[in-house]
């Protein structure tokens, strides 16, 4: 089985790079941008006719939230145009695809955990380039997987939790906001999720299509960003005076959910994929 993954550089790509020594039984081809560039058809083509994958798994995209108020285009070349340049080249050489989105599709308002089903309204421009390319995959064909997740971090790229380990080392204080509520995903586990979603439906095929669509995942539990950054600093046993402010205190140039929390009820199910609570899995995060 070859399982070929965009944005090996990432932070999806590298925890996908980090485990893939625990599946003998896949072949993975991790690719750059710089070996395939999505944006570009037929570099997606050259790359499948190249290694014949039986499963491209897009981890590649655009995800600075705030500069892509900015840079709309770019955002949109990436996360639209891309994810549609490969489920062509997935449709045309009959390869599933596996596509990462995420809770930012959504606008916050819910007061219960977002099903796969509730309707998107994104409020900035990465959420709506993620739900254009989502959209541009349905419109193509029907042979693939959106994963949607949420407050990805790891030990590798940047992310929340880096960056507070950076400031805490350079500051004695910080402010962070408590009125946006959702899940922090270890990207590992996401990494084991979506490898498992890949070796039931290598066996069940060509059953695998009653499977198709739509599924969440994210750590189990919900919290602000301020109580994730304060677990960071508890689990790294780090002394730092630490504020709760309100999200008004600390305006962005992209609006942000005010709650996102996934429910991951389908992807359990259909699956079987046990899930730890963020807490527990924070905790087996080392840098």
Known sequence: MVVLVTGANG?????????SGNYPEIDFVFCSSSDLDITKKESCEAVFIKYKPNYCLNAAAYTAVDKAESEPEKAQLINVIGARNLAEAC?????ILIHISTDFVFDGTNKTSYKEEDTPNPTGVYGLTKL????AIQETFDNYFIIRTSWVYSQF??????TMLRLASERDSLSVVNDQIGTPTNAV????????????????????????GIYN???????????FAKEIFEINSIK????AIPTTSFPTPAKR??????????IKKVFQVEIKDWKESLKACKI
């Open 157 to 162: 790229a940047n992310n929340f939790m880096k």
């Open 132 to 135: 254009q390319g989502e959209k």
């Open 257 to 266: 959910p005010a709650f996102s929390v996934l429910d991951k009820t389908k």
């Open 11 to 19: 932070q999806l790509g590298q925890a996908l790079q980090s485990i």
């Open 91 to 95: 449709k045309e050489y009959d390869i």
């Open 240 to 243: 730092i005076n630490l504020s």
């Open 189 to 212: 586990d996401l990494a084991e999720a979506l490898i498992s979603i890949i070796t039931q439906t290598y066996s069940l095929q060509p059953t695998a299509y009653n499977l198709f």
């Open 217 to 227: 995942f994210s750590n189990e539990g919900q919290c602000s960003w301020y109580d």
